[in-house]
């Protein structure tokens, strides 16, 4: 990148200008606006899963954790449960996990299983394809309640973009004791 930013500038190729052609026959116009070109320089990144404590009966949420560098870029593709089962958020939410568009995943009821799998994440760069498996697995760590507990909200957001017509999740995840019911 280094050299492209110190090579001289030639007027005849970083220059871009109007031009109108006329001929007897044809008639055309180009003009050339100004544009912006962005150099992205390819890096490789390492998607990350942290580990999630959630109290039985209540609502995990893993998140994909990207490099700060590469998240303009790269989006989730799937998360992988075990090594086998494989989740997309173009897939219908069913009664345990739903895989949010911003890339969560939500699981629900978390019970001793859900303590007992691993939680991958699989990251696409969008320019060149590439995709990337997270090197280390994310758990759902299931804690005992001790006492009651009033309502905590503990993941929502507060901005969810959909077209006109489109199927929209509106995350809002609590956590309490007793377990909190959602309508």
């Known amino acids: 990148m280094d050299g492209f930013l110190k090579t001289p500038k030639k007027h005849n190729i970083h220059r871009l200008s109007p031009c109108h052609i006329t001929d007897a026959k044809y008639s055309a116009e180009f003009f050339m606006r100004r544009k912006i070109v962005k150099i992205v320089v390819q890096q490789k990144f390492i998607p990350q899963v942290y580990d999630d404590y959630v109290i039985r009966g209540n609502t995990a949420v893993l998140r994909c954790h990207l490099p700060s560098f590469v998240r303009e870029y790269v ?28 890339g969560e995943l939500i699981i629900h009821r978390v019970d001793d299983a859900d303590g007992k799998r691993n939680f991958k994440c699989r990251a696409r760069h969008r320019l060149t394809g590439e995709l990337v498996l997270s090197p280390t697995t994310g758990k759902v760590i299931v804690t005992e309640p001790h006492s009651p507990m009033g309502p905590r909200i503990t993941f929502s957001q507060s901005q969810v973009r959909a077209e006109e017509g489109s199927y929209v999740r509106i995350p809002c995840v609590s956590t309490a004791q007793p377990a909190p019911e959602y309508r």
Not at 77 to 93: G, M, P, Q
């Open 75 to 102: 989006t989730l593709d799937s998360w992988l449960i075990d090594e086998d089962l494989v989740l997309k958020s173009t897939d219908i939410e069913d009664d345990k996990y739903t895989v949010l568009s911003t």
